[in-house]
């Protein structure tokens, strides 16, 4: 069955600092990738996805993730972490081959020291 | 991208009762799709829901309890049936991208307590 799992449920960075959310997950053919970002009180943001092509990916904000097969791993990664940049990021695979209806990971929760 | 609003953004209900959640698109969409955050949770998708069609329900969900309509291409409705306090949550409704950027497009949510 397909699953995403994201490893580390709470990440304290400082600002400034570089980041990388984990994401790991099991899919029986060729997956589509996703990242979201959910603010306090906010709805879904697409940070970046990954359909196909160069396996780095260039998002939103900054954020960039690499999809690497060998390791069924798609981790977000960000050079300089901003105060505003604390929120729940969740990773998520396409249930299906034409990538819609979507699989969550149970989400990171990113807070930012100063 | 597509812009979507939800209707109540929020609500407090008594338990055993109902309450229909809106969600309308600012484009025509085939596919939307509904989905449930509990608490400290991540997303769990309920449905599926297309224009002219009955929903497509996820295991664990049943039409009794979250009935959906889909009456055009550009809204649809959510319905919590006889509300348990377990239905606490928050319900998100998505909407499918262009066919090109097939990227999922999500509605603020709608907050739902159940006491």
């Known amino acids: 069955a397909q699953s995403v799992t994201q490893p580390d449920i709470h990440i304290t960075v400082s600002e400034g600092a570089s980041l990388e959310l984990r994401c790991n997950y099991s899919y029986g053919a060729t997956p589509y990738l996703f990242w979201y970002v959910q603010s306090p009180g906010q709805g879904l943001q697409l940070l970046l996805k990954y359909f196909s092509g160069d396996t780095l990916v260039q998002g939103i904000k900054g954020f960039e993730a690499e999809f690497k097969r060998s390791q069924s791993s798609f981790n977000l990664r960000k050079p300089s972490v901003h105060w505003s940049d604390a929120a729940e990021y969740f990773c998520?695979?396409?249930?299906?081959?034409?990538?819609?209806?979507?699989?969550f990971g149970k989400g990171t929760t990113l807070s930012v020291s100063s | 991208s597509a812009v979507i609003s939800q209707k109540p953004s929020r609500d407090i209900c008594q338990r055993g009762t109902s309450l229909t959640i809106q969600c309308q698109v600012d484009?025509?969409?085939?596919?939307m799709f509904w989905y449930r955050q509990q608490p400290g949770q991540s997303l769990t998708l309920i449905a599926t829901a297309n224009q002219g069609s009955e929903a497509t329900y996820e295991s664990g969900f049943v039409i009794d309890k979250f009935p959906i309509s889909r009456p055009n291409l550009t809204f649809s409705t959510l319905t919590v049936s006889n509300m348990s306090p377990e239905d606490s949550s928050i319900y998100l409704c998505?909407?499918?991208?262009?066919?090109?950027?097939?990227?999922?497009?999500f509605g603020p949510g709608t907050r739902l307590l159940v006491l």
């Open positions: 484009s025509q969409v085939t596919m």
């Open positions: 998505s909407v499918e991208g262009s066919t090109k950027s097939e990227t999922q497009y």
């Open positions: 998520a695979v396409g249930a299906n081959q034409a990538g819609t209806a979507l699989i």
